[in-house]
């Protein structure tokens, strides 16, 4: 049974301020050991549940945080940061199954820490008119393979958000957030046995799975922060002007429709920064 699990690190149990979660800050050694303890968590909890092949896709910023020698069940690992599919990077029809670990809620919420993709250029995404965040928009990969979503773990808000577009999700709810830059939050310990055991309830459960159901064709609205950045978006085709800061992009395809929209944040990174 293989599982393919894509890392965050925002909604890891302590993380509430980027310093602590981006490379080169002093606390990020720290708390990326903490974000290898929730990722081991949730490889131990599915390898109870009898997954054997294990993929990690390091998706967080440079997408270097974690050793892999420390990995659990010999996962292997993905890292680096020039991906075609991003955050579902390796990917296929081959995987019974994705977790999303360490996940956090997209801007438009209150959820710690929140973004969706790029914090500098997107002010808030809509699928199919539902608010979404990255783990609704990584969904759209995994319909196109046909491989179910079946735990994500981060705090409250994250859970609820999540649950929209993939509302027989597990969730493992680390922390409470009170506010973008705070958050309530489970000690380590108790955070990564939580996530190990809806892991395993996840993975045991998967013969009554299914992949995402996103209704097709399928639309992205995109609200970004500033009218030049929704104009720079409509130089990558298939995306539409909708108003002076919002772009639409629709596809049948949910694979094609994801990538457009990684290509659109890819190319607006530039002038946002």
Not at 87 to 107: E, F
Request: proline share 5%; with cysteine; net charge negative.
């Amino acid at each position: 049974m293989k599982v393919f699990l894509s890392s965050d690190m925002e909604g890891t149990a302590g993380v509430v301020d980027w310093s602590q979660c981006l490379p080169g800050e002093p606390e990020h050694a720290y708390y990326r050991g903490l974000l290898l303890g929730e990722v081991n968590a949730a490889i131990e909890g599915a390898r109870e549940a009898g997954a054997t092949d294990f993929l990690v896709n390091d998706s967080h910023s440079s997408m270097q945080n974690l050793r892999p020698d420390e990995l659990a069940g010999n996962a292997r690992y993905l890292s680096g940061r020039h991906k075609p599919l991003y955050m579902m990077q390796g990917l296929d029809a081959s995987y019974d199954a994705v977790l999303l670990v360490s996940y956090h809620g997209s801007m438009a919420t209150s959820s710690t820490l929140s973004h969706t993709y790029n914090p500098r250029a997107i002010a808030e995404v809509h699928l199919n008119g539902t608010v979404v965040g990255e783990s609704g928009i990584n969904a759209l990969v995994a319909q196109a393979h046909g491989v179910p979503v079946v735990l994500v773990t981060g705090d409250d808000v994250t859970a609820t958000e999540a649950r929209a577009v993939l509302p027989d999700i597990r969730t493992a709810v680390v922390k409470t957030s009170v506010s973008r830059f705070a958050a309530e939050s489970l000690h380590p310990h108790e955070a990564q046995a939580l996530i190990r055991e809806e892991a395993r309830l996840a993975v045991a459960s998967l013969a009554d799975a299914r992949p995402p159901q996103v209704a097709l064709p399928a639309t992205l609205q995109v609200r970004f922060r500033n009218p030049d950045l929704a104009e720079m978006a409509t130089w990558v085709a298939g995306v539409e002007r909708a108003g002076n800061e919002l772009v639409t992009i629709t596809d049948e395809d949910p694979l094609a429709l994801f990538r457009r929209f990684i290509t659109v944040v890819l190319l607006t990174r530039g002038i946002a920064e």
